[in-house]
């Protein structure tokens, strides 16, 4: 996993080489391990690495050349140049880069990486579709003067550009493209609104006005006659035809078939040349991730779990399957001093309080493991959230026929000024737009699923993995995201995935291969486990009063919202007055880092150091 930027101008690059360093510093905490640089005449590459696969050859900016085969190095030059940057981990380049040295294209390196460049000489545009894995990626071809971005399939890496006159910038994050921006930051208020709201910016969407994001499954091209072109290459709601050509109709066979695609999955993702290990919650999903991690890796992998958030069983779990699991312990009052650092981290406001011990967690296991392996998707793709199952499901499609599911943090639309009544409107429409995106899947439980992989899961779950656990320069993979697994999930009837009232029946069936039989069946009768935060306890000792009146007092707070009804619904002091203090604080904090403070590049070295957690920036 690394950090990439770049910039592509057709009037030359030199006024933007001055900005590199600043660039470097600001994506270092993604790619700790190296970086380089790559310019030609009209592009600028900016590369930070973090070394998983072929620590000692795998150094970026990849070169290469098209036409004749020819091997990529590092550095070298020719003409007919190719040149690629990649936040990336290709977990079928082993196969491929077989294929492609039948096809003369081989590779001279043993980075996992090397095959998109191969890929893209070989196949051309097509590129992304061979590729398994997640990546977030630039390659330049300078024979067509074209530069290609391009996003995994389900949106695991993050990828940002924006224009600036003629010329395109890029980066993993928005903190890469500060150094090139000739303005401060503004509010972009249909997705801040829709964070506020909801918790999280639909997919596309940036908080930052002007700033747009690479979509999933997308390639952004871009060359001095022509662009930005979007071209999709990957469609979730076309996900069911890429699944096993089974009769789903017959479950028995679906236990055996689940399991060689899980297994399959697993055994790429396990693949590094350097420690690993898994985040594990004491629930169904994570315990499937760790058992067969035991059974696939020769030496058992490190489990890291969270210490207030631990099922009582988890240590003992761990023990029968064999895998050391440390417990890092904090104490909820403890989470707060970081809340600006994970607003530092997300670059937005996230409700999903669970990025506070997930970026505790990833302190630690940065310590030990460079790769760790999480959970998010198996809820996607099998339909294991309450949320999917009737009579959830018949309200959840009520809501989405008239607009919206509910907001997360039931800000009423009164609170909000007035001259946000058309965003308010626009942001209902956008899942009305994403509800009739899903039509072409088979059932009111997969377009449900199908919500939820094109909106919830790259607008919420994957921005937490990678930016909680990049902030720490360690690498977060998602093994039931492989296209293939998440095709057959959707691929399935719904009388298959809930059964008997439960959901993720298929990796249930799963838990009976992989696990001993006593633990598959607590499993079965367990409750959904996850990342719990106690906010009651979080705010316990605040100078509540205090707090109310400083945040009210804050300008962006007074530019978005009726101060005088925000205060009312402080003043009740319930679980709603909680949920509103802490969406007011991460957008304070927002607007505090990104708006306010034009030299941000500067937040990354209090951060990398732990100031940033003591920086006064709370109330």
Same mark, same amino acid.
């Given at each position: 996993m690394c950090g990439i930027a770049g910039i592509y101008d057709?009037? =030359?690059i030199d006024g933007h080489l001055a900005a590199v360093p600043l660039v470097q510093r600001a !994506?270092?905490?993604r790619g700790p391990d190296d970086c380089g640089v790559y310019r030609n005449r009209h592009v600028l590459l900016v590369h930070t690495r973090l070394a998983i696969i072929d620590p000692a050859?795998? &150094?970026q900016p990849l070169l290469g050349v098209t036409g004749q085969s020819s091997p990529a190095l590092p550095g070298t030059a020719a003409p007919g140049e190719l040149a690629l940057v990649a936040n990336a981990e290709i977990y079928n380049h082993l196969q491929l880069r077989a294929t492609l040295a039948g096809h003369g294209r081989p590779c001279a390196t043993g980075s996992d990486c090397e095959v998109i460049l191969q890929a893209y000489a070989s196949v051309g545009l097509s590129f992304p579709t061979l590729l398994h894995g997640m990546f977030a990626l630039a390659l330049y071809d300078s @024979? +067509?003067?074209?530069l290609v971005l391009a996003r995994d399939r389900f949106g695991i890496k993050p990828l940002y550009w924006c224009r600036m006159g003629k010329a395109l910038a890029f980066a993993s994050e928005v903190k890469g493209l500060?150094?090139? !921006? $000739?303005? @401060? *930051?503004q509010p972009e208020l249909p997705a801040l609104l829709h964070c506020l709201r909801f918790g999280y910016r639909l997919p596309g969407q940036s908080v930052f006005h002007g700033i747009e994001e690479v979509l999933p499954g997308e390639m952004l091209i871009m060359s001095a006659g022509m662009g930005p072109l979007r071209q999709r290459y990957h469609d979730v709601r076309a996900a069911p035809q890429d699944a096993s050509p089974a009769d789903n109709t017959t479950p028995d066979l679906l236990p055996d078939l689940l399991?060689?695609?899980?297994? @399959? +999955?697993? &055994?790429?993702? !396990?693949? +590094?040349?350097?420690p690993l290990g898994v985040f594990y919650s004491g629930g169904l999903d994570s315990t499937l991730l760790l058992a067969a991690a035991r059974r696939l890796l020769s030496t058992p992998p490190r489990a890291f779990a969270m210490g207030f958030a631990a099922q009582p069983h988890t240590q003992a779990t761990a023990e029968r399957l064999g895998v050391p699991l440390q417990t890092v312990t904090i104490n $909820?009052?403890? !989470?707060l001093p970081r809340l600006p650092q994970m607003v530092w981290a997300a670059e937005e406001p996230l409700a999903d309080l669970a990025c506070l011990p997930t970026l505790v967690l990833a302190e630690e296991a940065a310590r030990h493991v460079k790769v760790v392996l999480t959970g998010e998707g198996a809820d996607e793709g099998f339909a294991g959230y309450g949320r999917y199952r009737s009579p959830a499901a018949e309200r959840l499609l009520r809501r989405l026929w008239r607009g919206a599911p509910r907001p997360a943090v039931r800000l009423d639309d009164e609170l909000f000024a007035p001259h946000m009544a058309v965003h308010l409107r626009n942001g209902n429409a956008s899942y009305q737009n994403l509800w009739q995106a899903t039509a072409a899947l088979l059932d009111p439980v997969a377009r449900l699923q199908g919500m939820d992989l094109l909106a919830t899961l790259p607008g919420a779950l994957l921005p937490k993995v990678d930016r909680m656990l990049m902030a720490? =320069? *360690?690498e977060g993979r998602v093994p039931y995201l492989d296209h293939r697994l998440v095709a057959m999930g959707l691929s399935l009837p719904a009388r298959h995935k809930i059964v008997h009232g439960q959901g993720k029946w298929p990796l249930r069936q799963l838990a009976q291969r992989l696990l001993p039989p006593d633990v598959a069946m607590r499993l079965a009768r367990q409750p959904k486990v996850g990342f719990h935060v106690p906010l009651l306890q979080l705010l316990s000792g605040i100078p509540w009063q205090q707090w109310t009146e400083t945040l009210l007092r804050r300008p962006i707070v007074q530019e978005l919202f009726v101060v005088r009804l925000l205060r009312a619904n402080l003043a009740r002091h319930d679980h709603h007055s909680l949920r509103l203090m802490m969406s007011l604080l991460q957008l304070s904090l927002w607007a505090a880092l990104f708006l306010e403070n034009r030299a941000a590049t500067d937040m990354v070295e209090r951060a990398a150091g732990g100031g940033l957690r003591q920086h006064a920036l709370l109330p």
């Open positions: 057709p009037q =030359g !994506l270092q905490h050859g795998g &150094a @024979t +067509s003067d074209t500060l150094p090139w !921006l $000739p303005h @401060t *930051l399991y060689d695609a899980f297994m @399959t +999955s697993m &055994a790429e993702h !396990l693949l +590094s040349d350097v $909820p009052d403890q !989470l720490h =320069g *360690l």
